[in-house]
């Protein structure tokens, strides 16, 4: 069985991934910089409510600020996907607005991160984690990180009863697909191998989501009313081959 400092390991190394990405960001050079603070954001927030309970003051508060942070950055990583998709259909106007409105969210983004606070809440979630883990049993960590894994499978079998889903439970859909991906990434040595045998069609079904969030964002922007039938399409493909293969390995592994 895998040890509690392991897991506790796994959450430095997210914390650290994240620090790496952020000294990419105040050096302005790097255009995935970023992208990849997200992705060990992402990371990194599948793990802490396993060990940090929304109950307790402080780490109901550690989560609140991570989860603000994701919130902060969402509108300038749009910004940044819009500029690289769009590119020359814009107007000279468009482009030019959407450009600073990158520009000053890159900005706001450094100059929060620059400061001292978001080494203090690496240090604090941390801390309060490994406080956490000490005082948790190896079975009963395990038995956390599998009900965390379970409540993300049962989002998706909910999800799964509604045939026609609208723009905004496709992107929840996806929210919960990225979750359960990351924590399965991350933690595959306490799950199932039900859960790990699920990867590639995880991403699979994010990738086919994602480019139909994507054209949401682009729809919007341009103020057009549809979204290209195709890229519903394969979102359901990718959906129903991940929910065929869900059901496949619960019934042959268990």
Same mark, same amino acid.
């Given at each position: 069985?895998?040890?509690k $400092?392991?897991?506790?390991?796994?959450? @430095?190394?997210?914390?650290?991934?994240? /620090?790496?990405?952020?000294?990419?960001?105040? #050096?302005? %050079? /790097?255009? *995935?910089?970023?992208?990849?603070?997200?992705?060990?954001?992402?990371?990194?927030?599948?793990?802490l409510?396993?060990?940090?309970?929304?109950?307790?003051?402080? /780490?109901?508060?550690?989560?609140?600020? +991570?989860?603000?942070?994701?919130?902060?950055?969402?509108?300038?990583? /749009?910004?940044?996907?819009?500029?690289?998709?769009?590119?020359?259909?814009?107007?000279?106007?468009?482009?030019?607005?959407?450009?600073?409105?990158?520009? *000053?969210?890159?900005?706001?983004?450094?100059?929060?991160?620059?400061?001292?606070?978001?080494? =203090?809440?690496?240090h604090?979630?941390?801390?309060?984690?490994?406080?956490?883990?000490?005082?948790c049993?190896?079975?009963?960590?395990?038995?956390?990180?599998?009900?965390?894994?379970?409540d993300?499978? #049962?989002?998706?079998?909910?999800?799964?009863?509604?045939?026609?889903?609208?723009l *905004? %439970?496709?992107?929840?859909?996806?929210?919960t697909?990225?979750?359960?991906?990351?924590?399965?990434?991350?933690?595959?040595k +306490?799950?199932? $191998?039900?859960? $790990?045998?699920?990867?590639?069609?995880?991403? =699979?079904? =994010?990738?086919?989501?994602?480019?139909?969030?994507? @054209?949401?964002?682009?729809?919007?922007f341009?103020?057009?009313?549809?979204?290209?039938?195709?890229?519903?399409?394969?979102?359901?493909?990718?959906?129903?081959?991940?929910?065929?293969?869900?059901?496949a390995?619960?019934?042959?592994?268990?």
């Amino acid at each position: 069985m895998p040890k509690k $400092n392991e897991f506790l390991q796994i959450i @430095a190394v997210q914390l650290s991934r994240l /620090d790496a990405a952020r000294t990419r960001l105040l #050096n302005g %050079q /790097d255009v *995935e910089a970023l992208h990849d603070f997200r992705v060990a954001l992402r990371s990194l927030r599948s793990l802490l409510p396993i060990v940090l309970k929304r109950s307790k003051r402080l /780490d109901g508060r550690i989560l609140a600020a +991570w989860k603000a942070l994701a919130q902060f950055t969402g509108p300038t990583r /749009d910004a940044e996907v819009l500029l690289s998709l769009v590119g020359e259909r814009m107007s000279a106007s468009q482009r030019a607005a959407l450009a600073v409105t990158h520009r *000053e969210g890159l900005a706001a983004i450094s100059a929060a991160l620059a400061g001292p606070d978001f080494a =203090q809440l690496a240090h604090i979630s941390l801390q309060q984690c490994r406080l956490r883990i000490s005082a948790c049993g190896p079975l009963l960590l395990k038995r956390r990180i599998k009900s965390q894994a379970k409540d993300y499978e #049962n989002c998706l079998n909910q999800a799964a009863k509604n045939g026609s889903p609208t723009l *905004e %439970q496709w992107h929840e859909r996806r929210l919960t697909i990225k979750r359960l991906r990351y924590l399965s990434l991350l933690a595959a040595k +306490w799950l199932p $191998n039900r859960v $790990n045998q699920l990867q590639i069609p995880l991403k =699979q079904a =994010q990738t086919a989501i994602g480019k139909l969030h994507d @054209a949401e964002l682009i729809a919007q922007f341009m103020h057009k009313k549809k979204i290209k039938k195709p890229l519903i399409r394969k979102a359901y493909k990718a959906w129903h081959k991940l929910m065929c293969q869900r059901k496949a390995e619960f019934m042959v592994l268990g």
